[in-house]
């Protein structure tokens, strides 16, 4: 259920598909207006206890939201804090390089398919080939199989490769013990099987875990109404 929000929540929001309705790449997507200035209020309501959770690269949150607030980048692999300062807690591994070239050698292959490396995962979108998926992750499952340190991760029309020991799961509950987040009420909201484990978190911390098909009607616009709803003047 969908908590009342009060200034005693911590909150942690998705952008695509949660915030910002789908397009073929990062780049395409629409920002709905006022998007920045209601984040901005938001975070000002709690003393800075907002944070964006997002598979994207920091550069690409901060191109959405317009002010560099609190992150866990690329699934919670970069973060930073309230105080702008970076973390890396998990690097990338020795096979990335090799990796890279066999995907975007199958890419070739897939007319549609887009690779997307990132600092520390590479990414295989097949929104504009949905037919290629299934080989994309048989070949991916192959070429890692030997690599325990990493794992595949199924996102939205994309397949991930990422090292393992982070997430967004992870990515909350290092925001929620420290400051400005620590001793508040965590909520969060995503649309996809990565942000389960965030979910879960929220829920395991006493807060609340949202998903915007499952606790809204399955449209970003739905989330930003219930948000702005907490700017109300008078709200709690």
């Known amino acids: 259920m969908k908590p009342i929000l009060t200034r005693d929540h911590a909150l ?28 901005r209020g938001l975070a000002a309501q709690r003393e800075g206890a907002l944070a964006i959770l997002s598979g994207r690269k920091l550069g690409q949150i901060d191109a959405v939201t317009g002010d560099p607030f609190p992150a866990g980048a690329e699934h919670g692999f970069v973060r930073r804090d309230a105080t702008g300062r970076i973390h890396h807690p998990v690097r990338g591994t020795a096979n990335r390089d090799a990796w890279r070239a066999a995907l975007e050698a199958a890419a070739l292959r897939h007319s ?24 994309l992750r048989e070949a991916i499952e192959a070429m890692i199989a030997a690599s325990p340190e990493v794992e595949l991760l199924a996102a939205n029309m994309a397949w991930e490769i990422r090292p393992r020991g982070a997430g967004k799961g992870r990515a909350l509950e290092w925001f929620m013990a420290q400051p400005p987040f620590a001793g508040r009420v965590p909520v969060f909201v995503g649309d996809d099987v990565t942000d389960e484990e965030a ?13 915007v098909h499952r606790d809204f009607d399955g449209t970003p616009a739905a989330v930003l109404a219930w948000l702005d709803q907490a700017l109300v003047p008078g709200g709690v």
């Open 199 to 211: 979910i879960a978190a929220a829920d395991a911390l006493g807060g609340h875990g949202l998903h």
């Open 12 to 39: 942690f929001l998705d952008l695509d598909g949660t915030l910002l309705e789908f397009a073929p790449t990062a780049e395409e997507v629409v920002v709905p207006e006022g998007l920045t200035a209601m984040l």
């Open 112 to 135: 549609g398919v887009r690779i997307e490396p990132k600092d520390s995962a590479l990414v295989a979108h097949f929104r504009a080939a949905p037919e290629a998926g299934p080989a």
